[in-house]
Structure formats: C-alpha cells, structure tokens
C-alpha cells in the first residue's frame, strides 16, 4: 500500500521580504524644471530689453512693452524652484543621513565657485566689474556676486534645503548636530558680522547666505501641491490654467503701474506660481519623450549657471531701443531661443565630458 504525505507536510517557501517600494519618476517636475529654468532666461532677456529703455515705455514702447511682458511671463520659475527643491527634501528624495546631504550641498557648491570664478574673469576681460577682483571674490564668499546676479538664487536655496533637511532628520529620529551647529551659525552671523563692523570701523561683506520667509513658503507649499496623489487636482486643467493667466495678468499690472521689480512674496506671483503647478500636475508625459526631457531636465541646472555669460554675448545683437512692437517681440524671442539653445547645448556637452560635477 503506497504511503502519501498529507498535504499539511510540504514545506512552503517563506515569502520574500518586502522591499521599500520603487520610488516615482515624476516626468512632470522634470518638465515643470525645464519650463522654470526656460523661464529664468526669459527673465533676465526681458530685463535687458527693459533696461534698454530705461525701464520706461517712454524709451521705446515697443522694446518697453516686450521686455516687460516677457519679465512678467517668467515670475514663476524662482518660485517653482523653491518649491521643487521643497518636494525633493520632503518628499521625493529626503536625505538619510548627514553624508548624503553634504554630497548634495557639494554638488552645488563646487559650480557655484567655478562659476563665480568664470563670471569674476569675464567681468574683468570686458572692463564690467564695480571692483578688484580680489574684493569681489571676498563679496562672493559672503554671498554677494555682482557680476553674476543670478547667483543669489543658490545663497538662499542652499539654507533652505539645510533647514528642510535638519526638520526631516530630526522627525526621523536622527541628531544632526553638525547641520543644527551650521544652522545656528548662519542664524547668528548677520549680526554678528554687523558688531564686528561696528567695533573694528572694518567694512565688513554682507551675508547672503540666508534666506526671506516667502521662500520657505514657496518650498513648504510647493511640496505640498507636488506631491497631491493624481487626481487631487480635480480632472479638468482649465481652472489652474485660468488662475496661472489671472497671476500672470495680475504681475504684469503690477510691473506696468506699481513697481518693477515686482517682489517674488506678491500674492500675483504666488497665484501664478500655484496656477503653473497645478497646471501641470501628474501631466502625463508621452514615453517616447521622456528619456529626451530627463536629459534636458538634468542639463538644466548647468543652464541655469551658464545662461547670463551667454545671454549677455548676444544681447548686442538683439537688443536695440529703437525696435517697434513687432520686432521687438520677435527679437526677444530669438534672444530667448538663442540663450536656451545655447545654454543647454554647453550643458549637455560639459556633462558628455564627465565635467558635470565642476560645471553644474
């Protein structure tokens, strides 16, 4: 009589361990970065045709009007940028540990100071610079880089993600003291440099390396809107398109009657900043595009950098007070897609070089 085994006897396999689930590319933030840092270039192309003309549509109406319009159209993109890297530390990538967080912190400050070296240089060959070199190199240490204006964005991003980051680590358990100490130190420095001025009669640099509330808000919020589940939003884009138009309306009334530059803490940019978000949010990205826009969206840090060298090569050749309306938008234009062009064509080419980690 053959014997069987009950069925209660095989032995079953353990399953396997659960790992943390795969983390979501989120093409739409890789395209929300390359539409913000395309808008950082129409900002300052737009700022040299309002220059041009004194800022004033007395100047030349036409140039007036496009660089206004077009500086208008872009107060978005600092904002969207505050608040993506809000998502990222909070959400889409928050930091481990103190060792990751200075890996970020480096890649960001290793092409801040080549970058500062580039536009000290440049300035100095074309005779631009307010000062010696050697007093603005110590500017720039401190955190004020004059012949590269559009620095200033990393004195405050930098701070903003060390904060957001000592919050993450210490809700996870973590001390940070190191981070807390640096926290502290640039808290305390402001004044401190200020007393040192005041007792020594030295002329001490201000500090830039801190950051205005409406940042962190940006930051804060932004990660918020971000990381909505798809469909939070509602199935139809119109009214967030609809509110991004009203701020962008509302920024360039306010640019035109009130006050150029309009401040990024203005209720019409935050609308249009919220509006921009939630227009594109969870957008769904066609597969063929995505390794193309991932590139470009990785490149567009390097762009960013690299953009007001190049913007301030052409501007000569497209800028002019004496354009009418039509020319003077088809000029901006150009200016645009040139220094995007070019811009990220050195990004992408450095990064082929392995230079990614110099250049940004």
Known sequence: MSSTVPLTTVPQEAPAPAGPPAREHRYDVD???????????LCHSGSAFLDSVGRTAAGGPGVYWAGITGDSASRFAVPVFFAIAGWVILVGAPPKDGRRLR??????????????AVYLAWGRWRGT??????????????????PAFHLWYLYAYVPVILLLAFVVMVKSGKRPWGLGATLLGLGLAPVLLGDVGRLTGWDMPRLGWTFAPYQLVYAVAGALL????AGATGRWRTPWVLLAAAGFGGVLW???????????GSLF????TGGVLLSLHRLRIPERLRPRLVRLGNASFGAYLVHLLVLTALSRWFVSDELGTAAAAASLIGLVAATTLLSFGAALLWGRLGLTRLLG
């Not at 890996?103 to 500062?116: D, S």
């Not at 610079?129 to 004059?146: H, I, Q």
């Not at 306010?254 to 990024?264: E, G, T």
């Open 269 to 272: 940019v935050a609308l249009f």
């Open 129 to 146: 610079n307010d000062g010696p070199v050697s007093a603005l190199a110590r500017d720039a240490l401190f955190g004020s880089v004059r």
């Open 31 to 41: 395209l929300i970065r390359l539409l913000a840092s395309v808008g950082v270039i």
């Open 254 to 264: 306010y640019q035109h009657d009130i006050h150029y530059a309009i401040p990024y």
């Open 226 to 229: 971000v990381a909505l589940p």
């Open 103 to 116: 890996q970020r912190i480096v890649r960001i400050l290793v092409p801040l100071g080549a970058w500062t």
